[in-house]
C-alpha cells in the first residue's frame, strides 16, 4: 500500500484476506521486512511482491529482498513476484526474487509484453512457476482463456528475441523523459516527486498544496487537459499522491507542465495540512 488494485481485488475474489503492507516516502517507499514480519501468521499463504512497482516505481533493495525470502523460506509462504516492469529499469540490474536461496521452490514469477514491448492490446502474459503448481495453473488457465491465440505467441517469441535492440532504447528514452519530467513536476507549487527507480511512473506528493489528490486531479483534467490518477486509487497510502505516467513524448510532458504550472494558482495560497 500503495500498490497495484488488481492484487487486492483477486485476492478477495479467490476468498482470501488482502493484508497490505506500507510504502512509506520516510522509507524511500520502500517495503519495511519488520512490518511484514509481524503481520504474517500461520494462515497466512504468499507473499506478494512488485518491483518495479506501481504506482511508485520502486525498486526493491537487496537488502529488502533477501529479509523478505528469508521471510517466505521461513513460514514456508509462496511468493508472487510480479515482474512486469523488470526490463525497465535506470542505473541498476535487476534481481528477480527467484534470485535467493530458497526461492526456486516457491516463488512464483509474472510478467508480460504490454510494459517492455509495447504490446498492450495483445493481452499478453506469463508465469514461472514451480513445476508443482503448474498443473493448477493449468487448470485455471483452460477453463477461463483456454489459451492465447498462435499467431500473437509467435509475436511473443520474436519480441523476447528483441534482436533489433527495441526495449534497451525505449528504456532509454523513458530515463531522458524521467529525468525531465521529475525536474519540471519539482517546480509545480506544491508538488514533490522523487524520481523513481523502474517503471515509467512519476509518484507526486501533493500534501503541500493544501488540497486533496482528488481536487487536484479534477483541476488538472477540466481546467488544463492532463490526466494523472488519485493516489488513493492505489490504496490508502496514497491518499497525498497523484500518480502520472511518463510514457508520452518529451514535447508532450513539457506542454503538460506548462498547463499544470497555469492552473497552479488554484492551490497557491492554500493553507497545507500536516
Known sequence: DPGFPGYESMTLGLGGIPVPFVLSERNHLQPDPDEIAAKITPRTKILITNSPGNPTGTVYTDAVQRRMAELAVKHDLLVLSDEIYARIIYGADYVSMMNYPGMDERTLIIDGFSKSFAMTGWRL????????????????????????????????????????????????????????????????????????????????????????????????????????????????????????????????????VERIQRVSAAWQGTPASR
Not at 498443473?135 to 500473437?152: G, H, I, K, Q, R
Open 125 to 256: 502474459g506469463y508465469t514461472v512457476a514451480p513445476a508443482r503448481i503448474v498443473p493448477a495453473l493449468d487448470l485455471m488457465a483452460v477453463n477461463s482463456y483456454t489459451c492465447v491465440a498462435e499467431f500473437s505467441q509467435y509475436a511473443a517469441i520474436e519480441a523476447l528475441k528483441d534482436t533489433e535492440g527495441a526495449t534497451p532504447r525505449m528504456v532509454a528514452e523513458f530515463a531522458r523523459r524521467r529525468e525531465r519530467f521529475v525536474r519540471d513536476l519539482n517546480h509545480v507549487p506544491g508538488f514533490r516527486c522523487l524520481p523513481p527507480d523502474g517503471a515509467f511512473y512519476a509518484w507526486v506528493n501533493i500534501s503541500d498544496t493544501g488540497v486533496s489528490a482528488e481536487e487536484i486531479c479534477r483541476i488538472m483534467l477540466e481546467e488544463a487537459g492532463v490526466a494523472a490518477i488519485p493516489g488513493a486509487a492505489f490504496g490508502p497510502g496514497g491518499r497525498e499522491f497523484v500518480r502520472f505516467s511518463f510514457a508520452s513524448s518529451i514535447a508532450t510532458l513539457n506542454e503538460a
